[in-house]
Structure formats: structure tokens, C-alpha cells
Nanobody, 138 residues
Framework: QVQPVESGGGLVQAGGSLRLSCAAS????????MGWFRQAPGKDREFVAA????????YYADSVKSRFTVSRDNAKNTVYLQMNSLKPEDTAVYYC???????????????????????????????WGQGTQVTVSS
């Protein structure tokens, strides 16, 4: 069974950067797509980014696109989330999890104005880590 453990969170000023890591135990890690979610106090857990099993395909919420980059190193059983140009609204506990529903861990988000990035449901993920706190000061 794959069990992720997140690390790398901390306190950073607006405009700064952090790199989160998600180290997963288990021999089948490379078989799974992975996702990053975040949860701010009083809010629902929201999708941030996801990556397929090989790392060839990545998916981002509109709110983080062009600022965050998800990647993975299957030899190290680790998924990363590089976060640049951080904003106070990025403050949250960040979680990684395994996608349980197949190979494509996100779907297109369609709004009245058209395509609005990618999204995913937390219910489609499992084996959640304990989370790592990211705090961005203004």
C-alpha cells in the first residue's frame, strides 16, 4: 500500500517560493497518478495540481497555473510541487494523495466564460498524507 508523507511547508513572504515534497512508500507508487490539494481554515479542500503516473501530463487549477509546477521522480517515489510567486491566498495546509479512478486525475473545468483550467474531486483520491502548512505573509 502506498502512503504519502508531505514535507517542505513553511512561512514565506508574498512573492517567495517553496518546494513541497510528497514521499510515498510502497512498490507500486509509479503506477498511480497523484494529486495535490489544499485546505484553508473554514474552507473545503480544493484541487491544486495533479500528475499522471509517468509525469508526462500535468494538470493545474487556474488559480495556480503558471506559478506552480508539479513533477515526480518515480525512482525516488516522490512527487514535488514547486510554488513560485506565492500569494497570501495560497496559505493553507497542502496535501498529496493517490488518484484511485484511473489514469487521468483531473477533468476540464467549464464555466460560463469557457474553459477555466482543471479540477478534481477529493473523493476520487485516497491514502492522504498528514499535510504540510504553507503560510504566505503579505
Amino acid at each position: 500500500q502506498v502512503q504519502p508523507v508531505e514535507s517542505g511547508g513553511g512561512l514565506v513572504q508574498a512573492g517567495g517560493s517553496l518546494r513541497l515534497s510528497c514521499a510515498a512508500s510502497g512498490r507500486t507508487f509509479s503506477s498511480y497518478a497523484m494529486g495535490w490539494f489544499r485546505q484553508a481554515p473554514g474552507k473545503d479542500r480544493e484541487f491544486v495540481a495533479a500528475i499522471n503516473w509517468s509525469g508526462d501530463n500535468t494538470y493545474y487549477a487556474d488559480s495556480v497555473k503558471s506559478r506552480f509546477t508539479v513533477s515526480r521522480d518515480n525512482a525516488k517515489n516522490t512527487v514535488y510541487l514547486q510554488m513560485n510567486s506565492l500569494k497570501p491566498e495560497d496559505t493553507a495546509v497542502y496535501y498529496c494523495a493517490i488518484y484511485l479512478r484511473g489514469s487521468v486525475p483531473a477533468r476540464r473545468k467549464i464555466e460560463s466564460t469557457g474553459w477555466a483550467g482543471w479540477t478534481a474531486d477529493a473523493a476520487d483520491f485516497g491514502s492522504w498524507g498528514q499535510g504540510t502548512q504553507v503560510t504566505v505573509s503579505s
